[in-house]
């Protein structure tokens, strides 16, 4: 029997304990993004922010590419998954690209490093994340949670 879509159940996604970090650098990433996009929307877009993304950027985002990239990423392309990497190193050149035109000068790029920022997170939680639970094994996932970064999370 359908349910009509205002009885539809909700079905909790719960995340490989393992992969919590990563999930919560997400959050971060995400609360970074609507920064910039907000100031962006009241046109207010300046250098300060900027410096703020590229620190945040170099301290937050940098090292958790990273682990993804040398950790999940080899696992999945063994895994029969290339078009999950091909996707992922893309867009992480892709963000790492928009805030280097936008560190150069042209702060228009800081509100598209937001914007792929937000569809790049929500890309991984919802489909590359999914795949490695399925596909990477429990030494590489043991080896992610040991080498994600474990900071206080940031202050806005």
């Known amino acids: 029997m359908d ?6 159940k909700v079905v909790e996604v ?6 919590h970090c990563l999930t919560s650098d997400h959050h971060h990433a995400l609360v970074l993004s609507r920064r910039i996009r907000e100031v962006a929307a009241r046109g207010r877009l300046d250098s300060a ?5 590229t620190r945040r950027y170099e301290t937050e985002l940098s090292p958790h590419f990273a682990v993804e990239e040398d950790e999940l990423l080899p696992a999945l392309r063994g895994g029969g998954r290339q078009d999950l990497v091909d996707r992922t190193l893309g867009e992480h050149a892709a ?4 805030l280097a035109e936008a560190e150069a000068g ?7 490093f937001g914007v792929l920022l937000e569809a790049h997170v929500r890309f991984e939680e919802g489909e ?3 795949a490695c639970e399925a596909i990477v094994g ?4 043991a080896r992610v949670a040991h080498r994600a970064p474990k900071g206080k999370a940031p202050r806005y």
């Open 14 to 19: 719960k995340r490989v304990t393992r992969l």
């Open 138 to 141: 429990d030494e590489v996932l």
């Open 49 to 53: 922010l900027c410096a703020d993304a």
């Open 95 to 98: 963000i790492r690209a928009s």
């Open 3 to 8: 349910h009509p879509a205002s009885e539809a």
């Open 106 to 112: 042209d702060l228009r790029a800081l509100e598209q």
């Open 128 to 130: 590359l994340f999914p």
